[in-house]
């Protein structure tokens, strides 16, 4: 999402710089625009930040900074007084962050980081959530006030669209496919347990998984129990998701927390259904029963296998359930970001 603002503002005529931690030459680079500069901060921790900060801050004469994180909000709202800097910072928060506190483990994300947020979040100039969920979570568990709160749904990479392949045939059977990092807060035991079931009624069924993380391991542990190693598939990381979308049949989540599943609505961009566990934040803000998908109001695996086994038997329109994205385009939501960060139309650009 950084590298799809960056260029909405740029191609617009804004002057845009990329700033980031330690490494500007990582995999998204090729696909921020080429007069959009990056500076790195040389740092590989957020911690760590606070001395290139500053010489940032003493340095910078940009009006406005967009934040992704809330460690290095923490810190400029401190150095802007010392650097003399009237900067205004509009926080991008990235998730909900009590769900992600009550599944914390780290002792320095637990109680420090997470200290921090509750601290300095609710003194952002501005804060934009990702979804209606995430803004009730500012709201009731970090005290921001909700006049200060702009809810701005995420935006389908320009650079995805320009890599899918229309014409590509989808495999035989009906393929169920995961995008996302293979983690324990994705939840993919449940996606698993629900797959077996799905399988017993539906034996052309096989279970397409992309990404990768620290549970793939333990996943394929998990498949090999089920007896499911000729139905499930671990492809790693790939460089065109947009195919993934395309040759499926149905795109899942079954996360326990999200701050805005771009899975979710690259998919039904595409003109995939989707089937998603209700989890707080995100999916009930993108699913229309019938029109691009079905949503799960429980953790029950049978309950997800009958979901997709009812999406297996419904008829989809790929241009209806394309036609429910439209609030994901990226010029829709590039004016929301316009009116945040310049809502005088004729601040300098």
């Not at 650097?83 to 914390?104: D, G, P």
């Not at 499930?232 to 149905?250: K, L, P, W």
């Not at 979901?307 to 241009?319: K, Q």
Request: aromatic share 8%; hydrophobic share 45%.
């Amino acid at each position: 999402m950084c590298t799809v603002i960056a260029n909405l503002f740029a191609e617009r005529g804004y002057s845009v710089r990329v700033v980031v931690l330690d490494d500007g030459d990582g995999p998204l680079r090729a696909d921020l625009a080429k007069n959009v500069p990056v500076l790195a901060l040389g740092v590989r921790r957020a911690r760590y930040a606070v001395p290139p900060l500053y010489r940032f801050l003493r340095q910078s004469a940009a009006p406005q900074v967009l934040v992704f994180n809330h460690q290095l909000l923490a810190m400029l709202l401190c150095l802007r007084p010392i650097a003399r800097s009237k900067t205004r910072f509009v926080l991008r928060n990235i998730s909900t962050l009590s769900e992600k506190l009550a599944a914390e483990r780290s002792l320095w994300h637990g109680r420090v980081v997470h200290g921090l947020a509750r601290y300095t979040i609710a003194r952002a100039d501005h804060v934009i959530a990702q979804s209606e969920g995430m803004a009730l979570d500012l709201v009731a568990n970090y005290a921001v006030p909700e006049e200060n709160i702009t809810v701005v749904n995420n935006a389908v990479s320009p650079q995805m669209l320009l890599k899918r392949g229309d014409k590509i045939h989808k495999r035989r059977g009906y393929e169920v496919v995961f995008v996302g990092r293979l983690h324990a807060v994705k939840d993919l035991s449940l996606l698993l347990n629900a797959f077996v079931r799905l399988k017993s009624v539906l034996p052309s069924a096989f279970l397409s998984i992309y990404g990768d993380g620290p549970e793939r391991d333990a996943l394929v542990s998990q498949v090999t129990k089920l007896g499911l190693e000729a139905s499930v598939f671990f492809h790693g990381q790939v460089a065109n998701v947009a195919d993934c979308y395309t040759r499926a049949n149905v795109t899942v989540l079954t996360s326990l927390y999200e701050g805005f599943p771009n899975c979710l609505i690259e998919s039904i961009t595409i003109g995939t259904p989707i089937v998603s566990v209700n989890c707080r934040s995100g999916p009930s803000e993108i699913i229309r029963p019938g029109r691009n998908g079905y949503i799960v109001q429980t953790r029950h695996p049978q309950d997800f296998a009958d979901a997709l086994l009812l999406a297996s038997r419904t008829h989809w329109d790929p241009e209806t359930v394309r036609a429910t994205s439209t609030k994901f385009k990226p010029d829709f939501v590039f004016r929301k970001y316009e009116q945040i960060l310049f809502p005088d139309r004729n601040s300098v650009q």
